[in-house]
């Protein structure tokens, strides 16, 4: 009786310092997460419940914030037809950038991706806009694209292939610029994705497609290009979340005039927070600001998913 | 035969002009800007020519003394330096957590890590932070700024992370039983191993501190004392002078641009390598 006592006694003790021990043990763990946890909390999730709790309010950050329910929901989808023509514009940018950047990226790769020499400084010229400031970057080529003075339109003008000089960042050629522009920043990006794809084919495939007396074409659609799609499926991924979420370039070459030509989603909202001359309202609408966020975040997200879904559906026909 | 040989020429030349004047697209804004900076501004709008006819380096005495440009590259420098050091400490730690350490919760933390990556409200996310750091009057300092751009270091993390998962446990876990304590086998064990990843989280961070531009421009609202580079150059745009003063931009955008570029020339491998590692992750 007093032996069974003893032992019960015991075996509590022993789960009860196990669990002691393990719980100082997920203390160090959090102990150790901390000091990045607490930024990423503050820094990443606050602003998130912030705008989650703003947008069903009216605030211009001078009087008082009024509650107006779905208010500013109803606005974007029945009065702002600028928003709108901002998200015309962003998917039109975001389609654009992506057909033109990423087979230029890709041939760009696969004239690098030689097998006896690897072209490392082409490459790190290629990829060296990445590490630039795009803003900087967007002031130089505001700089060169300038009508009279600019260097593009001087060129053009000396090798004779136009005789007027082209309005670069009028209505009718803004978004071809901020096209030009965006490419220049993100081509060597993606060369890089595809270089890392290209490089994960094993090299006798090739050797063997060879033995058999394959053409390059045949080579490519029947070697290079289905073997490097789970790689293409990530890249198309993220230079759609990428293009879609663009701006800063864009604000400083065209501030996103002229007349909202090239005003693209996440501009529009950065100009309902901080609305400068270009923009239409003068007055911070932080609230309906907030629910804007949430409807172009709602925009990005539905697109990536339907991307995804469409890549499995893909993936089960082939 | 020879027609074989004539088409591989041809396939070559072709090559060739593809890479040249892709180089020549990458290159020659960069170059402008450079060679931009030492024109007079008469020089400049007039165009036509690569180089300066007259070299003015005095553009760059004109930036630093009446553009303020020397006050400007410090906080630059300080900005870029506390977040490079900020990312480093915070994110190599909890990449350890993540990818050692197992506790309750951390599926779910590293699946909001995750999310958050991809979840963007654009800058609206910075007015409440703007907000709170003044009521804490941070925001009279670049503490603020560094705070806000350091940030939750999702993509550093998870390069860390990812790194950590890749070196054998055994070594560490031993340490772990000799009854070191986690941060220990952390410090003595773990860092030593981790090097080459730490470079570049280091150099990722430090450059998109030094590059970035709404951050700052939203942060240094009515202080211009504290305007970063980046915002500084810009600015000169919506000057009221900006027509006369291109040769002002440009050194503004040089000074922007060349410590990068030196740090590119002697880390682009490193660059490049780090962006794989964390592509192959996404």
Redo the contacts between chains.
């Keep these: 009786m007093v032996f069974t006592i003893q032992s019960k006694n015991k075996a509590v003790g022993m789960t009860l310092a196990h669990r002691k021990a393990r719980r100082r043990?997920?203390a160090?763990?959090?102990?150790?997460?901390a000091?990045?946890?607490i930024?990423?909390l503050?820094?990443?999730?606050?602003?998130?419940i912030?705008?989650l709790q703003y947008m069903f309010y009216r605030y211009d950050g001078m009087s008082a914030k009024k509650f107006i329910g779905l208010g500013n929901f109803v606005r974007v989808f029945t009065r702002d037809p600028q928003f709108w023509q901002a998200v015309l514009n962003t998917f039109k940018y975001a389609g654009l950038k992506i057909v033109f950047m990423l087979p230029?990226a890709f041939?760009?790769a696969l004239?690098?991706n030689n097998t006896k020499r690897r072209y490392?400084a082409?490459?790190?010229?290629?990829?060296?806009?990445?590490?630039?400031?795009?803003?900087?970057?967007?002031?130089?080529?505001?700089?060169?694209f300038n009508v009279y003075?600019?260097?593009i339109n001087?060129l053009l003008i000396?090798i004779g292939w136009i005789v007027k000089p082209i309005n670069w960042l009028g209505r009718e050629m803004a978004m071809t610029t901020v096209l030009i522009v965006a490419i220049?920043g993100g081509?060597?990006?993606y060369m890089?994705?595809f270089l890392?794809g290209l490089q994960q084919i094993s090299p006798e495939m090739y050797e063997s497609a060879d033995l058999d007396g394959a053409s390059a074409l045949t080579k490519m659609f029947r070697i290079t290009i289905p073997l490097l799609g789970p790689v293409l499926k990530?890249i198309l991924m993220?230079s759609l979340?990428n293009a879609f979420?663009d701006?800063?370039s864009i604000?400083?070459l065209t501030g996103g005039g002229p007349f909202n030509s090239t005003n693209v989603?996440?501009l529009y909202?950065?100009n309902q927070?901080?609305p400068s001359s270009e923009a239409s309202s003068f007055l911070p609408q932080?609230g309906y600001?907030?629910a804007v966020?949430?409807v172009?975040?709602a925009i990005?997200?539905v697109i990536?998913i339907a991307y995804i879904q469409i890549s499995k559906k893909l993936d089960d026909v082939y | 035969m020879n027609k074989d040989r004539m088409m591989r020429g041809v396939g070559a030349a072709l090559k060739w002009v593809f890479l040249l004047t892709l180089i020549a697209f990458t290159l020659y804004p960069v170059i402008y800007a450079l060679l931009g900076s030492l024109k007079s501004n008469y020089e400049l709008t007039l165009g036509g020519h690569l180089f300066p006819e007259v070299w003015k380096f005095e553009n760059y005495m004109d930036a630093f003394t009446r553009g303020r440009f020397g006050l400007y590259t410090f906080n630059s420098l300080m900005v870029a330096g506390l977040v490079s050091l900020l990312s480093l400490v915070t994110s190599s730690m909890a990449g350890y957590v993540f990818a050692r350490r197992q506790f309750r919760g951390k599926g779910f933390i590293m699946s909001l890590y995750m999310a958050f990556m991809f979840i963007s409200l654009g800058s609206v996310t910075i007015y409440p932070l703007f907000v709170l750091f003044s009521r804490m009057k941070l925001t009279k300092t670049i503490i603020a700024m560094a705070l806000v751009m350091t940030g939750g270091q999702a993509s550093n993390v998870f390069l860390v992370t990812g790194f950590i998962k890749s070196v054998p446990k055994e070594l560490d876990e031993a340490a772990f039983i000799d009854g070191c304590t986690p941060f220990q086998v952390f410090i003595i064990m773990i860092l030593p191993m981790i090097r080459s990843i730490l470079a570049v989280v280091l150099l990722f961070s430090f450059r998109s501190a030094w590059n970035d531009y709404i951050t700052p421009l939203i942060m240094t609202i009515g202080n211009a004392k504290l305007r970063t580079l980046t915002v500084a150059v810009v600015q000169l745009k919506y000057s009221s002078n900006a027509a006369a003063e291109w040769q002002i931009m440009l050194a503004g955008a040089s000074i922007a641009l060349i410590p990068v570029l030196i740090l590119y020339i002697f880390t682009h491998k490193q660059f490049i390598s780090g962006l794989l590692s964390g592509a192959v992750k996404a």
């Design positions: 043990d997920t160090r763990s959090y102990a150790m997460l000091p990045n946890l930024l990423f503050l820094i990443s999730v606050y602003p998130v912030w705008a230029l041939v760009t004239l690098i490392a082409i490459q790190a010229v290629i990829f060296s806009p990445t590490i630039m400031s795009s803003a900087v970057m967007a002031l130089v080529f505001y700089l060169l003075s600019g260097e001087k000396n220049w081509l060597g990006n890089v994705y890392a990530v993220l979340i979420q701006m800063t604000m400083v989603m996440y909202i950065y927070y901080y932080y600001g907030a966020s949430v172009a975040a990005v997200g990536t």
